[in-house]
């Protein structure tokens, strides 16, 4: 028998790798209804940081639940940090009421009145001048951004007024010149409650600080909360609703598409059986 040589086995030929398909820019991606609710819990945590108002929540809200891709919710949260990734604040403000301090205010009233008093953001200084006048200075509503305020007084023939919450710190450094300078000094149980400095003097005229009774500022803060609590539960019906709404018509839009289809099915067959 005559013996060949086998033959060589054919070699495997190299594996091709087959080159991916570019990848979709982010934002064309389709937005999912998970994605939609990342963007709107963004945005519900602006609201009650006070970095949104409310119309400015509103319109975001209803791009974001009309949103088809990544690209259209990215720009609704651009200048936003997001939850849970939030940088560092600055020192916070006090606590009994928030947002930044404001600018400096000065009440000046020569041979005149002036006052401020109802629901505003308390300065960290205050200065009012009474010459021939009269000052008021209501703090029994306001909302203090930081813990320590300063007045300045002067009084000269004229007179200041100042009331203050019940449950805050008092206190006072000036003095009467052939006037009188009047102030009712507290001290706050709670360590962090705010705390008033009245300094200045009166001359031939007079000043007077004190707490008004039954005015607490845990009162206001309370109603501030409560407000807050108020438009997030409206917010968050009117969120419902629309995404009930756009559940709803998809389900319309889904069901045509599904009967359009059978129908189409239903003709092919037609066609296929008499044609």
């Known amino acids: 028998m ?136 209501d703090l029994t509503e306001a909302v203090f951004p930081q813990q320590r305020v300063q007045i300045n007084v002067t009084s000269v023939l004229g007179s200041v007024e100042i009331r203050v919450p019940e449950n805050i710190t008092l206190r006072s450094s000036g003095s009467g010149i052939l006037g009188s300078f009047e102030v009712e000094t507290h001290e706050a149980a709670d360590g962090n409650a705010p705390e008033v400095d009245v300094n200045g003097f009166a001359l031939l005229g007079s000043v007077e600080a004190k707490p008004k009774r039954g005015a607490w500022i845990r009162d206001l803060r309370d109603r501030l909360r409560g407000d807050r609590r108020e438009r997030m539960d409206e917010l968050r019906a009117e969120r419902h609703e629309w995404m009930d709404e756009l559940r709803a018509e998809r389900r319309e839009r889904m069901d045509q598409f599904r009967a359009e289809r059978h129908e189409r099915r239903g003709e092919r067959r037609g066609r296929r059986r008499f044609g």
């Open 2 to 137: 005559k013996l060949t040589k086998s033959e060589a086995k054919p070699q495997a030929e190299p594996v091709t790798e087959v080159a991916e398909p570019p990848a979709t820019a982010g934002g064309g991606m389709r937005a999912s209804d998970a994605d939609r609710d990342r963007i709107a819990e963004i945005l519900r945590e602006a609201l009650a940081e006070g970095r949104l108002d409310a119309e400015e929540h509103a319109e975001r809200i209803d791009v974001v639940y009309r949103a088809k891709t990544m690209g259209e919710l990215e720009p609704v949260v651009r200048d936003l940090p997001a939850v849970g990734g939030r940088p560092q604040p600055d020192p916070a403000p006090h606590a009994y009421g928030p947002g930044a301090a404001v600018a400096d205010q000065n009440l000046v009233a020569i041979f005149s009145a002036a006052n401020r008093k109802g629901r505003w953001r308390v300065p960290p200084r205050i200065n009012a001048v009474a010459i021939f006048g009269s000052v008021e200075i």
